[in-house]
């Protein structure tokens, strides 16, 4: 690899062409690809036809796509490429995370300026392999094209033998319940556009290299809960988005939102705000009745906290109340594109 | 929907934001898409959880990805935003043609600009809609995101109960064949580009609003052909590619390569360079024996033509012949991004 590395280094994506890059592209996947897991195993077309193709094995087939865009979701230069090409991929598998699924098959699409140096996209798919391998996915296929902006669209299908764990499930009676910390993602990037980020610290690590919550989302699924989401747009309105599928109501309590050390002593006024309204945590909020959070919190390798319960009607309403009892006001609700003020 | 449309005209995205516009995107979807199809009555969970679900039928998945992007693929104002849906999704459907499968489940992919009119979003689901409904497609989910530059991002899953058709099937002693014509797609984009182009003429009709060849795909599958390609890239260049994916060569014949009329009159004098180096056309290539594409040509309702014979070794070579049995060269062999010169 230290040979190619050198012979690739400076050369920009229009010296070698849209073929050039994806022969380049394959090569690296064939050294790296662990390819012993059950997908790898199932693929019988990857990379290289019209379409990928693989074997069913499974009574259920989950598909999710989402799309990192520069200047958007991630600042080149901010993040390593290969952190990126992770984070690609796990915000994708989080949402097959959030079914309770097996992420199993990625298509790869990158759109991406003249100029981009291919060693730069090579190291993004060193990222991907890392996650992919990981986990077992295979990265099946894609596609390759000019862009002004740089973006990475990915698609991963997963399996289930079960029927998903959907936001609608949620019942009045549930427990509401967050695997591991929130905002630690929303600090992360604060740090890094403050420059006062050290990069292995807990918070950016969980902006630029967040895991996706996979045996958790099993767990959950496998243990009888109800509903899960997965946190991208923020703890507060994750929470409304399966309250309002639901057409239920929920209460949470401040003092049982779980907030790492790195928030009270990084952002000490505002540690509360970030675990509430922080978006891409990429943790699981779930809701199931009492004695299976107990089942799941005994089985669970991460941080499980029970922080409020479902409260029939009131569709989509999430009340936060501080220790007080009284009603908290987070000042920003959640991401949301394209709207300003 | 002609209040809808009142209300609607001239709202920027920045107006109404990310959630605004899904949530107009899932009224048009529930109020226009025909639920008939197997993969609407298959599909458990669509838009609006972390990912789509739907119960596997057959032994096989496709899976396939491709993505337009403005400025490179096409240019807002050239093309109506419904005939931009519809081709963002006839490109990918034409991969599951081109393996013989059925196109059956879409994830839709957006990349938008916050001055892009909500109205022409919502034209780009209705021309989606209209493809999707004439195949039985279900749109299943899709990401939403804030882009400088424009572009649309497609996956599309299948399925095939048999072995799909694969671009290294080729078999020595093969003939070469093609569905309808080559080159119109290039040769609308042309006349476009000179402003030269009738609306509703064959050529401008192909590069705007391809059909992919569903139906032709699968025929070729279940008559025994041994491969196939969808031409996106230009007749000589998709056929190296299965030459080379098959480790084969090829002889084809400029006499037999069906011209349409329109091409002969607007481009007299280019008409074979177009139909053998202009890509886009998404007409299927494929190699079979002789008494396979016999019996294809009588099932077909599409034009089926013999364009020559695949040889053994000579790896990926095409050699294009002339009347007089001499060599005739391409000027331009094919489409590559980001390659100049």
Redesign the interface.
């Known amino acids: 690899m230290i040979i190619a590395h050198v012979i690739i280094h400076s050369m920009k994506?229009?010296e070698?062409?849209?073929?050039?890059?994806i022969d380049k592209i394959n090569a690296l996947i064939e050294s790296r690809a662990e390819k012993s897991s059950p997908a790898w195993k199932n693929l019988?077309?990857g990379i290289?036809?019209?379409?990928?193709?693989?074997?069913?094995s499974?009574?259920?087939?989950?598909?999710?796509?989402?799309?990192l865009?520069d200047?958007?979701?991630f600042k080149t230069g901010q993040s390593s490429w290969s952190n990126l090409g992770w984070k690609a991929l796990a915000v994708n598998m989080?949402?097959?995370a959030?079914?309770g699924?097996t992420p199993e098959?990625t298509?790869v699409?990158l759109?991406?300026p003249?100029d981009v140096l291919v060693e730069d996209v090579l190291q993004m798919y060193e990222g991907m392999l890392e996650i992919s391998n990981r986990f077992g996915v295979a990265i099946?296929?894609?596609?390759?094209?000019?862009?002004?902006?740089l973006?990475i669209?990915i698609?991963?299908?997963?399996s289930?033998d079960g029927?998903?764990l959907?936001?609608?499930g949620v019942k009045p009676g549930d427990l509401i319940a967050l695997t591991g910390y929130t905002g630690l993602a929303a600090a992360g990037r604060k740090l890094l556009e403050s420059n006062k980020a050290e990069l292995d610290s807990p918070s950016v690590h969980a902006f630029l290299k967040p895991s996706p919550r996979l045996a958790e989302g099993k767990l959950i699924l496998e243990s009888g809960g109800h509903a899960?989401?997965?946190i991208s747009d923020g703890l507060a309105a994750d929470l409304g988005h399966i309250c309002q599928?639901s057409k239920v109501g929920a209460v949470i309590h401040v003092d049982k939102i779980p907030i790492h050390p790195e928030l009270k002593s990084e952002f000490p006024g505002q540690a509360l705000d970030l675990a509430l309204g922080g978006g891409e945590d990429y943790e699981l909020l779930f809701t199931a009745p009492a004695e299976v959070i107990a089942r799941i919190k005994v089985k669970s390798q991460t941080l499980v906290s029970i922080i409020g319960e479902i409260v029939a009607g009131n569709s989509g309403h999430v009340r936060i109340l501080d220790r007080a009892g009284e009603e908290y006001h987070l000042k920003n609700p959640g991401w949301?594109?394209?709207?300003?003020g």
């Open positions: 994506l229009s070698i062409g849209e073929f050039g890059l019988i077309v290289g036809d019209d379409a990928a193709c693989w074997k069913n499974s009574a259920y087939t989950l598909a999710t796509t989402d799309c865009v200047g958007v979701h989080s949402d097959i959030a079914m699924g098959y298509l699409t759109g991406l003249e099946a296929g894609g596609d390759i094209t000019a862009s002004q902006t973006f669209s698609a991963v299908n997963g289930s029927k998903p959907l936001r609608a899960c989401i997965d599928a949301n594109h394209f709207r300003h």
